[in-house]
């Protein structure tokens, strides 16, 4: 499973974003063979839609799971359109790499899908 956790720096020990689109970086972590990378986020510059470029970067890094503080609706839509699975943390959480152990340990939410329509 290949996570994206929204960051503020470019490793485990940086502080994660409470915002998803206008994260300045996002960090990929793949938990099959734990192993990261940190990617700056190009979106953080657009002047509107950033949490849907947000999403086409996910995409096309074949994420499955974005973590993050909070999603706007926007961003919300398109990744569950997409069908990648949210999560959100609070400010609690002060390195990325504790999002990831928190992750692991289903202590972050799960965001609804509650813009998929049966």
Request: proline share 3%; no cysteine; charged share 15%.
């Amino acid at each position: 499973m290949i996570l994206m956790i929204s960051s503020n720096g470019e490793t485990l020990g940086s502080q994660p974003s409470l915002r998803f689109g206008r994260a300045p970086y996002f960090i990929q972590y793949d938990l099959e063979q734990n192993t990261w990378e940190a990617h700056p986020n190009e979106a953080v510059h657009e002047r509107g839609g950033a949490g849907v470029a947000s999403t086409q970067f996910l995409i096309d890094h074949k994420a499955n799971a974005a973590l993050s503080g909070s999603f706007g609706p926007n961003a919300f839509h398109a990744l569950s359109s997409a069908g990648i699975k949210m999560w959100s943390f609070d400010g609690s959480y002060e390195t990325v790499q504790s999002v990831i152990d928190g992750f692991k340990e289903n202590r972050l939410v799960e965001v609804a899908n509650q813009g998929r329509h049966q």
